[in-house]
């Protein structure tokens, strides 16, 4: 292992990703791929453009063949010519399906189809990394990238060409077809799950008939996320298909779609690696609200019932989607939910997590909402009053507190007399509790003073009244030692009173609060 | 105290206000100038002294703090003329010193902590210079009569007369009525005694006690005002304190503040404002290729919703005109 420098330390410890990249990676086999038997060779084929218009067809299968072959990239010594070969064919036939008209004849469907199925289509290795953190550590890329690239190009390519018939392409690219495409999302490889992003968009476009399944199996893939493995890679990439479908939904909403929001974009809110994907999940979420306002309550509270708790940076994302729906929300709408949400907010004001508190404070720089706001001042300003005026005192983070004084400023200049209403009655609140302290503090002495001078009393007083003390120290033996003394004392003080009637009356005072 | 010592002490105040008003001369020149970068107008100082009840009311000072903070600077304006790049200057220096004079020690904020919540300009070394010149100037030492000492005492004399005037009478809304009335120059010019006094009346009239009223009029009299004056003023008072309550209280932002926020959440505000890479599907998309998918997909099991988005993505009739030309065709 060799020594890792000081920058490559965060507070001293090493990073995660920098361990684990220093252990020694352990070569994969797989049985995917033929290590038994004799090396296969690929005889390289004419080039396409070479060929006579009426051999073409017969080349381009005999090439798409050819290219079902796989090779070992985990090995990076063996079959290199090969490797090269089904490369530079691959590259030819990216470069024919894309600029030539007339090739997408019926009969080369089943062959085009076949090959990228053979291609693409495999169980993906279990990470070589159990706990793969996505945020802090480099992917496990694909190793067959050189190739596997070019087959997901040839595949869009195909898809986008002119030519192109789903109605013939619906034989092989089919439900089965669709799922196992699926599956893929959950590479690791970036590279791999972008390619599959626009594939499935452009599926989706073109396939009808494919349209509802595929909407079904996100829909499940999404649910299995959130309440049982909590592990999918290609959560992002779904997403931001999403959001072109919901973009291009059709009005009034249909009730599979609501449902969809309510059920899983809303849940998917509480996953815990939300930083990934939150940025596609919020504009999928505002993409459903400027389609249908009246589903603003719901999804507000919907998110205020998922509000993060323990975790900053969730709740910092949290404040950043509650921003961009507000910059769309209809007036009437705000007043619905302008009560349950300003109390949130008055919590992240006071937030000791700076950013929390920033992002919550900076609403006030939002033209739009200050205008909301200022309609309905009178229900909103009291509910942030109070907040907003302890952390002016209390904050540890001055730009906080210079942040506060804008927004207190903001506000002051919306309604004067509101408040200095409220102003006063939060001076004479606070003024009330600090004479209940006070008095506390004074009862407390007092009861302290009592103590002292009833045991100043006892040492005096030893012969005093024993027959009242010894019934006062039996009676109260498993009392404390105050409410004992202060009973002495009083039984002391006034030995006319029968010792149980002074006991109970002293026993009233300690506990009068 | 006594009522007989309230009075006198009315009638000692009464005789040292004139040495504490602003000069008239002055404050008219103010209220004609117009918008101009080279003089102070009445805007500009209003808007200033808004400003400084921000400050006061931000860092928790009494309404005496800001009080005699305006008296100090209304003084400095109509005596002295200042550029309008100077007047923030000269207001946080007046409620500074108005503060060292009035509020306890602890209480008080520290010079660079006004300038940075103020977002002021200038430095703490020029505030210092500022308070020195306006000390010298005004001959401040630390007391100055103000419409608030009256107001005060007439809420003093007025509850040593009536047994229940506690509950009536509010000197907390009084004295937030005072501010909102400073807040514009125009008040600067009453006499600090008659304005109290008007503020008492219009309250009196809004809680209706005829007691209240007796008193009122007992102490215009003790202290020879004129009806004329009172009324004059007492209209004044009404119309601005109406014109504060009214719900279209809200003024535009004359100086825009300025948001500050840490690296890390101004890196971050922004991220969401992105253009998607990929283009909208329409839901309904009726593509001549393609129209002939529809029919038979019907076939998958297990696809309750298909149907029903079948009948949605399929408008018009089940098997559209150039469909069923493809048909015959086929």
């Known amino acids: ?513 | 105290m006594d009522a007989f010592k309230l009075m006198k002490e009315l009638r000692v105040n009464y005789e040292q206000e004139a040495h504490y008003l602003p000069r008239e001369t002055g404050l008219r020149l103010i209220e004609s100038t117009t918008e101009d970068d080279s003089r102070i107008s009445a805007k500009c100082r209003d808007a200033k002294v808004e400003d400084v009840w921000s400050l006061t009311s931000f860092f928790g000072y009494s309404t005496q703090t800001f009080v005699l903070a305006v008296n100090l600077l209304d003084r400095f304006l109509a005596m002295i003329r200042i550029q309008p790049k100077h007047l923030s200057c000269v207001s946080v220096s007046c409620l500074h010193m108005a503060a060292k004079v009035t509020e306890e020690e602890c209480n008080l904020a520290p010079p660079v902590e006004l300038i940075r919540i103020g977002q002021c300009r200038f430095t703490a070394s020029d505030l210092c210079r500022m308070e020195k010149i306006v000390a010298e100037k005004l001959n401040f030492k630390s007391k100055a009569v103000t419409a608030l000492t009256f107001l005060d005492l007439y809420h003093q004399i007025a509850l040593s007369h009536c047994t229940d005037g506690k509950e009536i009478l509010s000197l907390e809304k009084l004295e937030a009525q005072l501010k909102a009335c400073l807040c514009r120059i125009s008040f600067s010019k009453a006499k600090p005694s008659v304005l109290a006094l008007s503020l008492l009346r219009q309250e009196i009239h809004a809680v209706q006690s005829e007691d209240m009223l007796e008193i009122a009029c007992h102490i215009q009299r003790h202290l020879k005002i004129t009806d004329a004056e009172l009324r004059l003023w007492s209209e004044r008072v009404a119309r601005r304190l109406s014109d504060y309550s009214s719900p279209e209280c809200s003024k535009p932002n004359h100086r825009k503040l300025q948001w500050i926020v840490s690296r890390r959440t101004a890196q971050n505000l922004h991220s969401y404002r992105t253009v998607p890479e990929l283009p909208t599907i329409p839901e309904h998309c009726w593509d001549e290729s393609e129209s002939e998918d529809s029919c038979e997909d019907v076939m998958s099991s297990g696809e309750e919703s298909l149907s029903s988005s079948l009948g949605s993505d399929a408008e018009g009739p089940y098997f559209p005109l150039h469909l069923r030309r493809q048909h015959l065709h086929a």
């Open chain 1, 1 to 513: 292992m060799s020594a890792i420098s000081a920058s490559e330390k965060v507070d001293g410890f090493t990073r995660k990703s920098m361990r684990k990249a220093q252990k020694q990676r352990k070569s994969q086999g797989s049985s995917q791929y033929r290590t038994q038997s004799a090396p296969v060779e690929l005889s390289p084929l004419p080039q396409l453009k070479d060929a006579p218009s009426t051999e073409q067809q017969e080349l381009f299968t005999q090439k798409l063949q050819q290219c079902c072959m796989l090779f070992d990239f985990m090995d990076s010594v063996t079959d290199l010519k090969s490797k090269e070969i089904k490369r530079a064919t691959l590259n030819e036939l990216v470069d024919y399906v894309s600029t030539n008209r007339g090739v997408l004849v019926e009969t080369t469907y089943p062959e085009i189809t076949t090959m990228i199925c053979t291609n693409i289509f495999r169980t993906l290795p279990p990470s070589d990394n159990p706990d793969f953190d996505p945020e802090e550590d480099e992917p496990t890329l694909e190793a067959s990238w050189p190739h596997v690239q070019l087959v997901y190009e040839f595949l869009l390519r195909f898809l986008e060409n002119p030519d192109f018939q789903p109605s013939i392409a619906k034989r092989h690219i089919d439900q089965k077809f669709v799922l196992q495409l699926l599956e893929l999302f959950d590479s690791e490889d970036p590279r791999e799950r972008d390619f599959l992003k626009t594939i499935l968009h452009r599926i989706y476009g073109k396939f009808l008939g494919l349209r509802a399944f595929i909407r079904k199996q996100i829909n499940n893939i999404f649910l299995r996320f959130i309440y049982e493995t909590e592990h999918f890679n290609g959560v992002a990439e779904l997403l931001e298909i999403l959001g072109s479908i919901i973009n291009g939904f059709a009005l009034p909403l249909k009730a599979e779609h609501k449902q969809f929001l309510m059920k899983v974009l809303i849940p998917l809110h509480t996953a815990k690696a939300l930083a990934l994907f939150h940025a596609q999940l919020a504009y999928c979420v505002v993409q459903f609200l400027e389609k249908d306002p009246t589903l603003t309550e719901p999804v507000i509270r919907g998110l205020l019932k998922f509000w993060p708790k323990t975790c900053s940076q969730k709740e910092v994302m949290f404040l950043g989607e509650i921003e961009e729906i507000l910059d769309v929300i209809e007036p009437t709408q705000f007043k619905k939910i302008q009560e349950p949400l300003f109390k949130q907010i008055s919590k992240c004001v006071a937030n000791p997590h700076f950013q929390v508190a920033e992002r919550a404070l900076y609403f006030w720089n939002n033209e739009y909402i200050l205008s909301l706001i200022e309609e309905n001042i009178d229900k909103v300003l009291p509910i942030m009053f109070g907040s907003l005026y302890r952390i002016s005192k209390e904050h540890w983070n001055p730009t906080i507190v210079a942040l506060v004084y804008n927004v207190l400023k903001t506000l002051m200049e919306m309604n004067c007399t509101l408040f200095d209403e409220l102003t006063s009655s939060y001076k004479a609140d606070r003024q009330r509790e600090k004479k209940k302290e006070q008095e506390r503090d004074e009862l407390w002495k007092k009861l302290d003073e009592l103590r002292l001078s009833s045991s100043a009393l006892v040492q005096n007083n030893s012969h005093g009244l024993p027959g009242v003390q010894n019934n006062n120290n039996n009676n109260n033996s498993n009392n404390n030692d105050t409410q004992d003394k202060s009973a002495e004392a009083a039984a002391v003080t006034s030995e006319n009173k029968d010792p149980d009637d002074s006991v109970a009356a002293n026993e009233s005072s300690p506990c009068a609060k």
